[in-house]
């Protein structure tokens, strides 16, 4: 019996989980009270961008990394994993309902010493900060993705890399969205700037939900 495009989805998706560094089990039980206690714990990197992430700092080498969107904490742990000594990750969470759940997680982890949390729109204060990144991870508001980059932009270096994530956006991004879906058409917006931007050199990866990768000419 031929397998459905479904079944063989889910296949892979296994398979690749076997054949790739495990995500520890801190971060397994982060994952699991992120999607018993919090809605939409979907919205967590999960096991293979976490492990992505951690494999992109190794290569990067970044001595400070911004996050925009902490949600439960599983990325800014996964980014702060592959950190040298030194390296920090400052990441902002806009929604303060989420600290009493995060907080704990990311000052107990392996790495809370290179993890600074903030609660605060970081797209107005993360500048006041005086600190040029060499990375920066949009996983925000999806409605001010354009706001952030261009904030991002501004205190990222030269040569230095944006991520940002959500970008295919289960697929919406084929349709013509509702004037009152600002979602999708935050994200259409933000991948219809970037496209055309001379400022970056840039890729989508089809990982999950779309992981757009962007590198600062310079």
Same mark, same amino acid.
């Given at each position: 019996m031929k397998q459905s495009q479904v079944d063989i989805n889910r296949g892979l998706d296994e398979y690749i989980l076997a054949h790739i560094d495990p995500e520890g089990d801190y971060l397994y039980r982060l994952w699991r009270a992120t999607n018993i206690h919090l809605l939409h714990? &979907? @919205?967590?990197?999960?096991?293979?961008?976490? &492990?992505?992430?951690k494999m992109l700092v190794r290569m990067v080498r970044p001595s400070n990394i911004l996050e925009i969107g902490t949600f439960s904490g599983y990325s800014a742990i996964c980014l702060a994993e592959?950190?040298?000594e030194g390296g920090m990750v400052y990441t902002y969470e806009i929604d303060d309902e989420l600290e009493d759940f995060t907080r704990p997680w990311i000052e107990g982890s392996a790495v809370a010493d290179k993890i600074r949390f903030i609660i605060g729109d970081a797209i107005k204060e993360a500048p006041k900060l005086? %600190?040029?990144?060499? @990375? %920066?991870?949009?996983d925000g508001d999806k409605r001010t993705y354009v706001e952030a980059y261009e @904030?991002?932009?501004? %205190?990222? &270096?030269?040569?230095?890399?944006?991520?940002?994530?959500?970008?295919?956006?289960d697929g919406h991004v084929l349709e013509t969205p509702r004037q009152t879906d600002r979602q999708t058409i935050g994200i259409e917006t933000f991948n219809d700037l970037i496209a055309t931007d001379g400022r970056v050199e840039k890729l989508i990866l089809p990982l999950r939900d779309g992981l757009t990768m962007a590198m600062k000419k310079r």
């Open positions: 714990g &979907r @919205m967590a990197s999960g096991h293979l961008q976490g &492990r992505l992430l592959g950190l040298d005086g %600190v040029e990144f060499d @990375m %920066v991870f949009i @904030m991002a932009l501004s %205190v990222l &270096r030269p040569g230095g890399f944006i991520l940002a994530d959500n970008t295919l956006w």
